[in-house]
């Protein structure tokens, strides 16, 4: 058995990292692959001294189940990043003297891998920055290992503080999410001919400069969590004329703090207010009022609490719908080349909407248009492009399907429909939606023309 995180999930080359390991065979190795069209291999560590460390309890004495909040401070081995490495988003392979047989570098799933990404030397050698969704891996990081159920994440087991729920980035886990979404998205990008650069989360929070080198950000998949240093960089960064192209959904949904020398962050996602539990609108929700009361809106067009989410049942991702975005405004410069005229079906027979996905209060208009109604905070120059209204809805906190349970329940006065609404608003720089999570999971899969040249389309137009 083996497991194992980094010190840091990002550095450049000639950077350290240190590999922090837990294993029960007397030698480790971790080999690298960089992702791409091919995952090539990069080098390796050699062999290394092996020891089992000890797990940190639950500061609630919850017997089996591990810390969530603290640094589990596993014997570190550094590593030096050859300078010869290219920037791009690598894999780290943990493999044991015990291991027999060859291990399938194409296989990203699992609890025997490490991810970092490989920053530019020079920022800007690439119009286009890729930011990975460091912060939603690690809120839903369990801490599994195989055989072993710790469930103790942000929201399995959460420790609460006077500031909200905490949880460390500095504990082993799973890379289900780069397996699940960049991995498929970055090997169409290589493949298409688009060269980007890379950052996570946390580079953004650290230096909010580093988008003036840059032309477009991508965000891609579950781009959840959001701090306020990161959300003011990427809305100066748009209101200074930079682009940005939301390939994700559930987009900035909860404010969260960085603590502990920026390895570990809280959040207010639920908390108790004498026997009410849980007491919402939670304080580090972007939208609320009483929370951050900065839409997410504002910045990306669109909001989870008018979209929703397909889960439950059949595990995750589900069985669900495929009617595609209905299309509207076909002339709209993101459907150019496509051939889809108003009432096409964009993606249709694909799981395209959801899992989880993104929608502005909309209304219809006397020609059955639907447009922003912009009392969510949406901007009034926010165009719907693509329309999947999401039936059936339910908002029982123990049977999630469509919508979520933050959402309606917490908006006792209104009455609209939801949907996901792929589109795009200007404030100077450009913004596009596609309001749904698989987005770029689906673009990979490949199978349908219209969906790769829309996708081709935003990239080309906003990276210029």
Not at 346 to 358: F, M, Q, R, S, V
Not at 379 to 386: H, N, T
Request: aromatic share 12%.
């Amino acid at each position: 058995m083996i497991e194992g995180y980094l010190s840091h999930e990002s550095v450049t080359a000639g950077g350290r990292l240190d590999i922090h390991v837990s294993t029960d065979a007397p030698f480790f190795k971790v080999d690298f692959h960089r992702v791409g069209a091919e995952h090539e291999f990069a080098g390796t560590t050699g062999w290394l001294p092996g020891s089992q460390s000890s797990v940190p309890e639950h500061p609630d004495g919850i017997a089996g189940h591990a810390s969530p909040t603290v640094d589990w401070r596993w014997p570190a081995h550094p590593f030096t990043i050859p300078a010869q490495w290219r920037p791009g988003v690598y894999v780290g392979f943990l493999v044991t003297s015990e291991d027999t047989g060859d291990y399938d570098k194409n296989d990203l799933t699992g609890f025997e891998k490490l991810c970092f990404v490989l920053r530019s030397s020079v920022p800007g050698m690439n119009r286009i920055l890729y930011k990975r969704s460091t912060f939603t891996r690690h809120a839903y990081n369990r801490s599994d290992a195989p055989g072993i159920e710790r469930a103790s994440s942000l929201y399995d087991n959460p420790v609460y503080t006077s500031r909200g729920h905490k949880v460390s980035m500095r504990r082993p886990g799973h890379i289900e999410d780069v397996a699940y979404w960049d991995a498929p998205f970055i090997a169409w990008l290589e493949r298409s001919g688009y060269q980007v650069d890379f950052c996570t989360d946390l580079d953004l929070h650290a230096d909010p400069g580093l988008l003036s080198s840059y032309r477009l950000l991508l965000s891609v998949g579950h781009d959840e969590y959001w701090t306020e240093r990161m959300r003011d960089a990427v809305e100066a960064f748009v209101g200074g004329g930079g682009n940005v192209a939301f390939f994700s959904a559930n987009t900035c949904w909860w404010r969260v703090h960085l603590t502990d020398g920026d390895t570990a962050f809280v959040t207010d996602t639920d908390h108790r207010a004498g026997d009410e539990y849980p007491h919402l609108p939670a304080t580090d929700l972007w939208w609320a009022p009483d929370g951050a009361g900065r839409p997410e809106n504002t910045l990306t067009g669109v909001s989870f609490r008018n979209g929703g989410m397909w889960q439950w049942p059949g595990g995750w991702p589900a069985d669900r719908p495929c009617p595609g975005f209905t299309v509207q405004h076909p002339g709209h410069w993101v459907f150019e080349g496509t051939g889809l005229q108003a009432g096409s079906a964009l993606g249709a027979g694909l799981p395209l909407i959801g899992y989880e996905c993104d929608g502005a209060a909309f209304a219809y208009d006397e020609h059955g248009v639907a447009r922003a109604t912009g009392t969510d905070g949406t901007p009034d120059s926010f165009l719907i492009l693509g329309i999947a209204v999401l039936e059936p809805v339910h908002d029982d906190f123990f049977d999630l399907r469509a919508g979520h349970w933050n959402c309606v329940s917490r908006e006792a006065g209104r009455t609209g429909p939801r949907a996901a609404t792929m589109g795009v608003h200007t404030r100077n720089g450009t913004v596009f939606t596609a309001a749904t999570t698989d987005w770029p999971m689906i673009v990979a899969r490949g199978g349908d023309a219209a969906l790769d040249r829309v996708t081709r389309n935003v990239l080309d137009r906003l990276s210029i």
